[in-house]
């Protein structure tokens, strides 16, 4: 069964050719970074209008890459939330079209459960269920445990700023561009991250949640001192990479406790990731010497951040589930939740 996917949540616009929830034939994404990089992050009316511009094409190459016409499509999928509402309902109504008008079944996916997907079709190796998911993305920190493909129970889930919403705030703190994720990264590999104390969130009534905003607040105290009104202060370099590594280390270091504590409390060893914060190297280092007996399962290239291959695939399975495609009333779900 051949799937076209549509990803247009947040600020890539994205389309994708995968058979049968696994095997991907183009995965094409087209990243507006120089359109937001000024503003420091996303723009929504002008992520909007980019997506109008580029939608089509983004289209016909992922077609053309993976050498299928239109009507050798056997149903689209489209991210329905959560996301910029004006974004996703541009991909949401490009798919509706397209299902019209080549009388082929649409559904309507939820990204951030593509994104826990994302890992699942990386996989060769069989997954044991039930599992636990972690949702580490620029919107959302969540951990769920996954049931089966459709079933979840969400554990627990930021009270605050999501994990990447937080390494952007940081970067730009620090003066480094958007988005600030691998910026951080990257200096941190030069860093100390003994040198600052700080700490990630505690949630009295879930111990499991997260909550990054003090972490933040923190940086921000460091950089510029106590005094509310005083400006950012330029910083040397080498105070930059520690500040970056200190500031990773405590929010990776949360991250791993709670998804420990999640994993016991539910008798899992098998942990699947998404989001684009998986992306981050040092984070896949720390899981795997923290907890070299559980089963780690990581998107591989591509599959991290926002990319349409996942929505394909997800689509593919809910499909089957289903047994019937969505009607096209189906409404975009800015908000969205497990
Ligand atoms: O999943 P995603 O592509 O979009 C959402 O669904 O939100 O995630 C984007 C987020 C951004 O906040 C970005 O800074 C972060 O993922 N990110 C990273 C890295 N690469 C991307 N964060 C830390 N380390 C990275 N290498
Ligand atoms: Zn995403």
Redesign the pocket.
Known sequence: MLVLGIES????TACAIVCNGHEILSNIVTSQIDLHNEFGGVVPELACRRHVDVIILVIDEALKRANVNLCDIDLIAAARG??LIGAVLLGLNAAKTLSLILDKPFVGVN??EA?LYGAWMSSQKEISLPCIGVI?????TALVLIEKIGSYQLISQTVDD???????KV?QILGLP?????????IALQGNHLRFAFKSGTVKSNPLAFSFSGLKTAVLYQVKGQSPGKSIPSLLESDKSDIAASF?HAAFQDILLKTKLASEKYGCRTILF??????????RTLFAQALPDYHLFWPSKGL????AAMIAGLGYHQYLLKGQGDSLDLEAMPNLNF
């Open positions: 949540t947040c600020d890539e959560p996301g990204h951030v994104h580490l993305s620029g919107g959302h999501a994990i990447g919403e937080a390494f952007d970067a958007y988005p600030g994720g691998p910026e951080i990264e990257k990773q998404g989001g684009g914060v998986t992306n981050n190297q040092t984070l991290s951040l926002d990319n």
